[in-house]
């Protein structure tokens, strides 16, 4: 790597500097008047929750949305970022959160896709850079066959094969294990050390402070602090990220644990799709007022799991599923909600709900059978609006009116409003994966709530989550999915993330206890 | 069988496999970036008739060619404006493009039906044409010739260019290759357009050489053959090939059998065959075994806008 | 100043139902430009396409008579294309249809008595059941795109059809011409209106699209369709069997198209002859879509897209337009539906140019 020169006595400009940053959608500010700079070697935080315009941000910095206002000085020069080509050209490097890779080309492929210029002996240069920096790599694998982590490193290796002197990583770690995360980590700060600069987004404050030298803190597309995360306490930062009204985890309590609700056994489920993972051998027992974790790195076989367990793909073995000891496992979605098992799958729009269909038509979707929606073939709507209506006010759902199609709600209230509507059905057993994925703190906090009362009243939960953090304050057990396979299941109390890490990467024998 | 009449099936055998080929290779390059264009037919049959006005009216080859080129494009612009800046159903568009490209297409010919114009010329290869027997395989049109060419310099493009790695993999993964910064959709629409131009060219072979005349639905469901080549090559196009070959194939043997009344079957379940054929091989490649490596390019049919 | 797109945070209502009539009228401009640039009289051309089948007893029955087919077809369309079912195979359905409520009343043809015509519907509807069945199976069973398949088998219809006609359906005191014997009085439709051809399969077929309205927009069953069609997966999540969806829609939509097709042949033809419909199975797409794909809409689609058919006729012997030109305003009338469809969800907007965009 190029040796940097300061020049001592004068400070230089900052790698980047944004100045007054404004973007409109509509009505929507997303961004107002953002000002910050990111100085050479330095790793500079951009902290905010879903929603405070973080992701505008990032994708005008890289040329794939152009502000409103505002300028941008690169190196202490005025710029203009017209396009991703632009900003490759300028020296800064992307890593996307959702990332931009082709599943079904090779790693070489992918990384030439990402360089203006790949030029000869690409594949030797991927070798060194991942040797350079420990992303090992192999140029001639699909990308369908790698892990999520490995997915990632295509990301950060095409970045530096183009020696970035600014790099932007948006939420990297919310696919990683903690292990993971940590390689990652000691890979940026080589690279701070090289004098490139790095903006890190998360809204993760514990890695924020252990990683980032400054934060910039952004809360309804306005810049609303800046701190240095090591002097900084968490709770400050978390206020400043909120605002307002900061709500209170759930506190942990114990229910008694009745008989046992839901037993999976011997469950095996050959993959969806082409990429898919295979369930092998899925196995555990749930008692009603438990609640049991599922954690693991996407990608090991969680939209596989949720799905063996609500019947959107039954099995041959009857007994491989069974509700309140009645064999279930070739049965469909709705046989198994008229039992009482209920699911709130990952995702919201066009799987847990149709977007363009009204929440009247959402709610009919599930509940129609249990709360009784239906005489005679014919949908009774008088009954379907009340229970719409019901819904939208036990939950506090954001809506224009029962009639609103659920593609105008926002990620929270739509989650929101599809906990209500399982949650109306009163579930024996309830299946949910990722409840609180890009969802606000505040609701996340009333669904967390909703998911304790749930077991409270002697319902069962199975909580299927990547957010460790959620399943140690919710679960009585959890278990660990890795490749298709559970773990025995752990008692919450005494586990650490440690340890659920090394299981999350596959390490179940050195994780033994 | 004779060798003299077997080199003769396989003359024919080209001849009618060399319009399928056409428009295969141009809906696999449409369809290998994203796109599924069911409008194959009628870009054919408007080519067709464009090509051979111009070459009844003119009496110059190159020039019907060129017309019957710039017609498909033309039609295939319209329903990569409608379907990427519009955003229309790409199924519901196609169809709409078909039946246009029909009711045009019979407008255009209405004074043109009956009317003969001379075959495109002979072309020999120097050398292999003065091989005895199989020598006539390589005497044969400029369009036979092309369409294996384009074969080569399709396969060439999509694999070893960077144009052809950037065309997979809009096709592929579209966000992917909008947030690294590639223009999605003008690559889309340049796709769309070369598909037209290849389904005119291959109309055009219909109206100028394989029955150098036009009649109304000449092409009679050859754009939709050339649409299950696609699926058959598994969007590879030395498959293609073989696809196109296969079916040509098919149709030749009809023909022959139809003629030689070798069998006492009636005429109308020989026609049959292509398409029964064409059901056939497409349930054999949609499972089993096989689907794996037949996958279709991820974004296949689905609109793009570029998301804010 | 540019024009901005936004999209609509819900696509609008009131463009869903305007914008067919905005097509329509749009349709009706070009075609006539169209005339005018082919040469015709622009006047002229437009009265005789547009305007006099409208204006007398013969023009609106045979509208009725064209469009009854394409509104039963269009009806069956409608749920198909909902439960995300691309049939476009109506048109060999159709035939089907025809063949084997065409071969019953052939089978019967000495016979005489009212039990004959229902069970000839009853074939008519199980001929086109049978042959949508084919691209079900495969669809279900094999993961084989509808598409081609339904389509592909439109031309094995129709070489079927051609192989009965010519062979051994062919009229035995038919002078050799290629078409079935006549079909008897207990074998063909009614005539509601004397001295036109409006027959009582026009009732038949305003009934059942309310059939298809009352279950598309009331019952559980249509409930199931439209999820299935908006998204499979949330469909499976509510345990709606997308296979059995699957299979519905398409018997159900093959068997109205053959049902469609025996009322052609028992109907307005009263024979079986190679060409038994000029193409219905096709435009009944043009109908769903321009009726917005539901069942009521579909109604005055049906009767427009007759006018298409009726009027390139009419201009045909009126100012000699060629006839032809019906398939082009038809084609036109989809396209523009089509791109019309953009307004509907997305909002345009003047804006005055903003100083960093590209």
Redesign the interface.
Known sequence: MRAMSPIPSIKPAPRLEARGITKRFGALAANEAIDFAVEPGEIHALLGENGAGKSTLVKILYGLLQADEGEMLWNGRETRIASPRAARALGIGMVFQHFSLFEAMSVLENVALGLDRPGPGLAERVRDVSRTYSLPLDPDRMVSTLSIGERQRIEIVRCLLQSPRLLILDEPTSVLTPQEADALFGTLRLLAADGCAILYISHKLDEIRALCDRATILRGGKVVGRCVPAETPVRQMAQMMIGSGLRDAVAKTTRPAGAVRLKVQGLDLPPATLHGTALRDIGFELRAGEILGIAGVAGNGQGELQQALSGERPVRQADAVMIDAVPAGDRDAAWRRRRGLCCVPEERNGHAAVPEFSLIDNAFLTAHDRADLVSRGLVRRDRARALTRRIIADCDVRAAGPDAAAATLSGGNLQKFILGRELAQDPAVLVVAQPTWGVDTNAAAAIHQALVGLAEAGGAVVVISQDLDELLMLSDRIAVLQGGTLSATLPTDGLSSEHLGLLMGGAGAAAAP | MSAEMLVSLLLTTMTAATPLLLAALGELVVERAGVLNLGVEGMMLTGAVSGFAIMSLTGNPALAILTAVAAGALLAAIFGFLVLSLMSNQVATGLALTIFGTGLSALIGTGFTGRPVPGLAKLPVPVLSAIPLVGRLFDQDALVYLAIVAVAAIAWFLKSTRGGLVLRAVGEADLSAHSIGYPVLRIRFLAILFGGAMAGLGGAYLSLAYTPMWVENMTAGRGWIALAIVVFAAWRPWRAAGGAYLFGGITVLQLYLQGSGLLPIPPQLLSMLPYLGTILVLTLISSGPFRARFSPPACLGKPFRPPT | MRILV?PR???SRRLWTLTPILALVLTMAIATALFAALGYDAADSFMAFFVSPLTDLTGLTELAVKGAPLLMIAAGLAMAFRAGV?N?GAEGQLIMGAVAGGGVALAFWEQSGPWILPLMALAGIGGGMAWAA?PAF?RV?????E???S???T??AD??L??LV??PWRDPDGMNFPQSRLFNDDETLGILVDGTRLHTGTLVALVLALAVWVVMT????G?RI??VG??A??A??????NDRVIWFTLLASGGLAGLAGLFEVAGPIGQIIPQITPGYG??A??VA?LGRLHPLGIVPAALVVALSYIGGENAQVLVGL???????????L??IL??S??LV?YRLRLARR?????
């Open positions: 936004e945070r819900q696509p691309s476009i084919i495969l069973r094999f993961a084989v795109s598409i081609l398949t389509l592909m088998l031309y094995v070489l079927f051609n192989l010519y062979g009331r019952s559980l069953l409930f439209r999820t908006a998204s997966a949330a499976r999540y509510a345990g709606f069997g096709f435009t797409i043009i879509f060629p006839k032809a030109v019906t398939g082009v305003v038809q084609g036109l989809l396209f089509l791109a469809d953009f969800r903003a100083g960093a965009a590209a």
